[in-house]
């Protein structure tokens, strides 16, 4: 198991150099100079100028500007933003605010997602079934940012149970509503994965010779028919976490959220690039460092994975 | 029946063991004509079919709909509720709501079809010869392909968006969904081919004969393509929704173009006072957008019989 | 009083809904009973009904199929009564305890995520409530488990209890379900195709095995089998049945001997275990075999022609070992270990052996589609190697070599109608004109005795055995010199298979083609092969005329397979 960890460790090295070299190279390669957006209309004397091109490291070649970059990520120097503040600083107030709305949007996923789904997939074609079915085709059809606005005009504005915006009441309460907007599309796609995957184990020959043994259909489906079902599900939630911290970006502006999205969505209209990318950077981290996590979790919960072989369907 | 009893059942007249006698009555159907048998027989399949062509219609003979010019704003006409005149009321600016969402169609379907083709395609030819000729070269193409992968599309589209200000309009929202849009495709289309390559009918072409080129087009190819429709048609859904969100942002088309983003995006000032605003043009989407989910989902039923049951 | 009676039980299947529902009728109205101790044999082809009538007993029929007629009693249990299956709950407090089921494929029912312990102790707390009415500590089920696992003649059962379904082999595994639903002591054991995935001589120790366990408890067994021979040598009473319904039941030697029905009989005469001698063509002999002129090969330069090849051969293999290289392994893995053998103009040569023998790598070497890692093959007096060299030589040693492979779902491609999977070769190697190539796509239907009209179908809507003889069609259409058939009808049901091996050996009377077959079935070889070459862990262990090695075999190893063959003492 050891050194499958090792082995995938191994294969997310290329992919953080290869995304943040992109994000890079997107930023900074491409036409625009960012001290000229830095001060806007206005024309800064040439000393500053020089003196700014030293401290990003502008003159020096685009590759090695990249390096520069990197050793600051993992240094967790990641130096100012064009407003003098620290960019370490910036993301540190902002990424635990995404991590609650993320980590509140994740509970929900799992709770609603997967009880639907077990429930849909062991009674298919129930009324149950096709009505949460229906539901989560609609789900996945409407975009964030409209089911954020119709739940904060229905449940802020006309019921008002919920606030509508946060702003700085970072609390269970505010973040309830867009954790919930969140999780939605989420919400849809794991119902309809767990159900699959549920109908697709009833089927196995092994769950026929489970029920032979003389055990009852309830510790049959929550032994043979779960258990197994689990190992997709792993797979989907652990990615599907890094992908909510990116969407947070559509759901924290909506609801006026400081965190990293909104961090990101800011700087982007001020054309500061060096934290753009450094946001960008700590996300496909998080991204990479949940993958490997959920590999982790694959290899604990498929034991084939643990000797290094091939996985077949079963 | 007693146990050392020997039954025999009654043999009838003109009984006869028939070994794996071939039928030939019923009409001859390719696993192309199964699929699209199963289709015929699928309400939800006429429903999402029957939409969608409905709004290919909007898109082409934006005329048909309606009358008003959708750019024709009169302030003095602004914020009207429903009327006769008005079937949705007007904007903030006094433009005909009804015309605005007709006519934004266009730019939103156009921009999922357009999207959809190319990273489809793009996908497609990537994972294929990702798959088909393995090695060094699989290695590489998937390392690209899960860098392209790692970042969240969204992010990814925002940034290019932000750095490409001097192209405008539809391409460049095109070009920056479809550099990030081909992984699902390629990783789907590598699976597929890695799965056909091992297949029988594939070392037989070899034993006749066939150069590897001709296998990959003519046999490798044809039986990969199937989860790939319904990825395309499920993918195509995901664009207009991304285009959407884009202009919400504030990076898509321009505000002076009429598409449902845009009036979308324009509508969130006034949604407390006017909710309808937003209400009509995402409603157009979301219709839109689910029928494209529904028929993904109904085709994939039909290619894939073990999702039927 | 019997231990089960089962008394005019129909299941259906139904699929579809509204006006496009069919109604499949699995089992029609059977009646048989089992008595204490008794082994009973369920005999039939695949669509026989016979295991949906096993799976009906203990109401674990699969999709749709529902009882629809009929009542099952067991052990004074009302289990079925007029058509209505009894309460899920009766049929839990039965399963495992009252009847038990040893699967048909080992490798898919055990679930793969848990330990084979956790697995057998689950048989057992699961049935200790309700047999000793109390719940067993986690000891004593583990000390059952073990014991089970043990009695099932798995060695070293307790550290056994450890490990993971993946790390064990099919004939382990097997001993596994074994175990389990033994475990428990029920009254009948419902044996569902117990060993058809395993090698015969795994098959033979394992039945043998469970026939002492079931005599040394007294349980009543229901063998599910399309093999006749298997459950004559395993059971005291037969039952056939054919398309749903029991066509013939008694004594399994009395039936064996004396079948009444005319289905027992064609089943009986095609089951390839019973035969004793090669089949006969009807078919006129293709003329004279050392005169059927090959095609000219001397146009191409590059092709060396090899020193003494035999007159008579047409492959020659010559110290052939193949090794492939094995990640994470220093020492690559010997699939094929220096063999040399001969296949004759005009002779079928069987290549017997178990899985992991290296048969198959053989067959794609001998195909050309596999480069050996030491040693030649020489085919028609030259270097296979050399046609290599060329895209023109290599094309035209295509042509005269062709291959049939086992899985018939696979060997077609799906997408590509009948007639145009026939025609591709013709088109590939440009011959004749496209009204030539269709008379011919017609003539090779024929040959196959294939109706024309299939020429515009598809491979979805053939059965296993269609399918394999468009393969074949397909295989002959360029009029090779050698057709190889790897492991061709072992996917097929006795009497299809009996068709397609008589339809090979009329082929190659009429045509004069050489078959080269791979096969692990030893009964089959005796219908088709002229010579026979044993292999074992890519050695060869025993070749000859095939009479002679059934006959008089030699090795130890050849006679082990021999009498693997099931049902071969019954006669």
Do not use: C
């Given at each position: 198991m050891g050194r499958y960890i090792a082995l995938r460790i191994l294969q997310a090295i290329p992919v953080v150099l290869g995304t943040t070299l992109l994000i890079y190279f997107l930023v900074f390669a491409m036409p625009g100079d960012p001290i000229a957006a830095m001060f806007g209309d206005k024309q800064p004397p040439a000393g500053v100028v020089q003196q700014i091109r030293d401290n990003y490291h502008l003159n020096d070649p685009f590759i090695v500007q990249y390096f520069y970059f990197l050793k600051g990520v993992f240094t967790l120097d990641l130096g100012n933003a064009f407003n003098g503040r620290p960019i370490a600083e910036l993301i540190g107030a902002a990424l635990p605010v995404t991590a609650v709305l993320a980590g509140l949007a994740f509970v929900f996923e799992i709770l609603i997602g997967v009880t639907c789904g077990i429930v849909a997939g062991i009674k298919r074609r129930s009324i149950f079934d096709n009505t949460v079915l229906i539901i989560s085709l609609v789900l996945i059809s409407i975009p964030t940012f409209v089911m954020g606005y119709v739940l904060q005009f229905v449940l802020g504005v006309q019921l008002k149970i919920l606030p509508t915006t946060v702003g700085s009441n970072v609390d269970l309460l505010h973040m309830l509503m867009p954790a919930l907007v969140l999780a939605g599309v989420s919400i849809a796609y794991i119902f309809r994965l767990t159900r699959g995957e549920m109908a697709q184990t009833l089927l196995a020959d092994h769950v026929r010779t489970a029920r032979a043994k003389g055990l009852t259909a309830k510790q049959v489906t929550l032994r043979h028919v779960f258990r197994n079902s689990l190992m997709p599900l792993v797979t989907y939630v652990g990615t599907d976490l890094a992908a909510l911290m990116g969407g947070a970006l559509v759901t924290e502006t909506v609801f006026n959220i400081h965190g990293i999205g909104y961090l990101m969505y800011t700087n982007i209209h001020k054309g500061d690039g060096t934290v753009v990318v450094s946001v960008v950077a700590i996300l496909v981290l998080a991204y990479v460092v949940s993958n490997i996590i959920v590999d982790c979790l694959y290899a604990l919960l498929d034991p084939r994975i643990r000797v290094g072989k091939k996985v077949s369907s079963g | 029946m007693a146990s050392s009893e020997h039954f025999v059942a009654?043999?009838?007249?003109?009984?006869?063991?028939?070994?794996?006698?071939v039928d030939t009555t019923t009409p001859a159907r390719s696993s192309w004509g199964d699929a699209w048998e199963y289709l015929r027989h699928r309400p939800l399949f006429y429903f999402s079919a029957g939409l969608l062509l409905l709004i290919l219609v909007v898109v082409l003979f934006p005329g048909l709909f309606t009358g008003m010019d959708p750019k024709y704003c009169d302030i003095s006409k602004a914020k009207l509720p429903t009327s006769g005149e008005h079937l949705l009321g007007t904007t903030l600016q006094g433009c005909d709501v009804y015309a605005r969402v007709i006519y934004?169609?266009?730019?939103?379907?156009?921009?999922?079809?357009?999207?959809?083709?190319?990273?489809?395609?793009?996908?497609?030819?990537?994972?294929?010869?990702?798959?088909?000729?393995?090695?060094?070269?699989?290695?590489?193409?998937?390392?690209?392909?899960?860098?392209?992968?790692?970042?969240?599309?969204?992010?990814?589209?925002?940034?290019?968006?932000?750095?490409?200000?001097?192209?405008?309009?539809?391409?460049?929202?095109?070009?920056?969904?479809?550099?990030?849009?081909?992984?699902?495709?390629?990783?789907?289309?590598?699976?597929?081919?890695?799965?056909?390559?091992?297949?029988?009918?594939?070392?037989?072409?070899?034993?006749?004969?066939?150069?590897?080129?001709?296998?990959?087009?003519?046999?490798?190819?044809?039986?990969?393509?199937?989860?790939?429709?319904?990825?395309?048609?499920?993918?195509?859904?995901?664009?207009?929704?991304?285009?959407?969100?884009?202009?919400?942002?504030?990076?898509?088309?321009?505000?002076?173009?009429?598409?449902?983003?845009?009036?979308?995006?324009?509508?969130?000032?006034?949604?407390?006072?006017?909710?309808?605003?937003?209400?009509?043009?995402?409603?157009?989407?979301?219709?839109?957008?689910?029928?494209?989910?529904?028929?993904?989902?109904?085709?994939?039923?039909?290619?894939?019989?073990?999702?039927?049951? | 009083m019997a231990l089960i009676d089962v008394q005019n039980l129909s299941v259906d299947f139904t699929a579809g809904s509204g006006k496009s529902k069919r109604v499949l009728h699995a089992v029609k109205n059977i009646s048989f009973k089992i008595e204490p101790g008794e082994r009973v044999a369920i005999v039939g082809e695949s669509g026989s009904g016979k295991s949906t009538t096993a799976h009906a007993l203990i109401n674990l029929l699969p999709g749709s199929g529902k009882v629809v007629g009929g009542s099952v009693n067991f052990d004074a249990k009302q289990l079925v009564t007029d058509g209505h299956a009894a309460q899920e709950k009766e049929f839990v407090e039965v399963r495992g305890s009252g009847i038990g089921l040893v699967p048909q494929d080992p490798m898919s029912n055990l679930n793969p995520v848990w330990k084979i312990g956790t697995q057998v102790e689950e048989a057992i707390w699961a049935n200790s409530a309700a047999q000793n009415g109390k719940k067993l500590d986690k000891k004593e089920a583990h000390d059952a488990a073990v014991q089970a696992l043990e009695n099932a003649g798995l060695s070293d059962a307790k550290s056994r209890m450890k490990q993971y379904p993946h790390e064990f082999s099919g004939g382990m595994r097997q001993r596994v379900l074994i175990g389990i639903a033994l475990a428990n002591n029920p009254k009948l054991l419902i044996a569902d195709e117990p060993t058809s995935a395993l090698d015969v001589t795994v098959q033979k120790v394992i039945l043998d095995h469970l026939d002492c366990l079931v005599?040394?408890?007294?349980?009543?067994?229901?063998?599910?089998?399309?093999?006749?021979?298997?459950?004559?040598?395993?059971?005291e009473k037969l039952i056939v049945m054919y398309k749903g319904e029991i066509v013939e039941a008694g004594p399994a030697v009395e039936i064996l001997k004396n079948p009444q029905h005319p289905y027992t009989k064609k089943l009986i005469s095609a089951a390839p275990s019973l035969a004793s001698t090669r089949l006969e063509s009807t078919k006129a002999a293709f003329s004279g075999y050392s005169d059927r002129p090959l095609p000219e090969d001397l146009s191409f330069s590059h092709l060396r022609n090899v020193p003494n090849f035999a007159a008579e051969s047409l492959v020659e293999v010559y110290g052939v070992t193949k090794e492939f290289s094995i990640r994470g392994q220093k020492e690559p893995l010997k699939a094929v270990d220096n063999i040399t053998f001969t296949v004759r103009?005009?002779?079928?040569?069987?290549?017997?052996?178990?899985?992991?023998?290296?048969?198959?790598?053989?067959?794609?070497?001998?195909?050309?589609?596999?480069?050996?890692?030491?040693?030649?093959?020489?085919?028609?007096?030259?270097?296979?190697?050399?046609y290599s060299k060329s895209r023109a030589t290599l094309k035209h040693f295509r042509k005269m070599v062709q291959p049939v492979f086992q899985n018939p779902y696979g060997s077609l491609d799906p997408l590509v109608s009948i007639g145009n999977s026939i025609k591709e070769p013709l088109n590939l190697?440009?011959?004749?004109?496209?009204?030539?190539?269709?008379?011919?796509?017609?003539?090779?239907?024929?040959?196959?005795?294939?109706?024309?009209?299939?020429?515009?179908?598809?491979?979805?809507?053939?059965?296993?055995?269609?399918?394999?003889?468009?393969?074949?069609?397909?295989?002959?259409?360029?009029?090779?010199?050698?057709?190889?058939?790897?492991?061709?009808?072992?996917?097929?049901?006795?009497?299809?298979?009996?068709?397609?091996?008589?339809?090979?050996?009329?082929?190659?009377?009429?045509?004069?083609?050489?078959?080269?077959?791979?096969?692990?079935?030893?009964?089959?070889?005796?219908?088709?092969?002229?010579?026979?070459?044993?292999?074992?862990?890519?050695?060869?262990?025993?070749?000859?005329?095939?009479?002679?090695?059934?006959?008089?075999?030699?090795?130890?190893y050849t006679k082990n397979l021999l009498d693997a063959i099931p049902g071969k003492h019954i006669l």
């Open positions: - | 009654k043999v009838d007249d003109g009984f006869e063991v028939k070994v794996d006698a934004g169609a266009g730019p939103s379907v156009l921009i999922g079809v357009l999207t959809m083709l190319i990273s489809t395609i793009l996908g497609a030819v990537i994972g294929a010869i990702a798959g088909y000729v393995g090695g060094v070269l699989d290695a590489i193409l998937s390392r690209v392909t899960d860098i392209f992968f790692a970042i969240p599309f969204i992010l990814a589209a925002v940034v290019v968006l932000q750095m490409m200000t001097n192209v405008e309009g539809i391409v460049k929202i095109v070009f920056t969904l479809s550099a990030f849009g081909w992984t699902s495709s390629a990783r789907m289309m590598r699976g597929a081919v890695l799965e056909t390559k091992e297949q029988d009918f594939i070392t037989a072409s070899r034993a006749l004969g066939l150069s590897k080129f001709q296998i990959l087009v003519k046999h490798i190819v044809p039986n990969s393509f199937a989860p790939l429709i319904v990825l395309a048609t499920t993918s195509l859904a995901g664009y207009i929704v991304a285009e959407a969100t884009l202009s919400f942002l504030g990076l898509g088309l321009g505000s002076d173009t009429v598409s449902w983003g845009v009036d979308i995006s324009n509508a969130q000032e006034s949604l407390v006072t006017n909710p309808a605003l937003l209400l009509f043009p995402s409603g157009a989407l979301a219709i839109t957008v689910l029928a494209f989910i529904f028929l993904g989902d109904v085709i994939r039923e039909a290619l894939d019989p073990k999702a039927r049951q | 005599k040394e408890l007294g349980t009543a067994v229901l063998f599910i089998t399309h093999d006749l021979g298997l459950a004559a040598e395993r059971a103009k005009g002779q079928t040569t069987a290549l017997v052996g178990e899985s992991g023998s290296g048969k198959s790598t053989v067959a794609n070497i001998v195909l050309g589609l596999l480069a050996p890692t030491h040693g030649e093959v020489a085919f028609n007096g030259h270097y296979l190697a050399d190697h440009k011959i004749g004109t496209k009204k030539e190539r269709d008379a011919r796509v017609a003539e090779l239907l024929e040959l196959v005795q294939l109706p024309n009209a299939l020429k515009t179908r598809y491979p979805n809507e053939l059965s296993g055995g269609q399918r394999q003889r468009v393969a074949i069609a397909r295989a002959i259409a360029l009029n090779p010199e050698l057709v190889v058939l790897d492991e061709a009808v072992s996917a097929l049901d006795v009497l299809v298979q009996e068709q397609i091996l008589t339809l090979l050996n009329d082929l190659q009377k009429e045509l004069g083609m050489t078959y080269m077959f791979i096969t692990h079935d030893l009964a089959v070889v005796r219908l088709i092969a002229d010579e026979a070459v044993v292999m074992q862990h890519g050695k060869i262990v025993e070749r000859g005329a095939t009479e002679t090695l059934f006959n008089n075999p030699k090795k130890e």
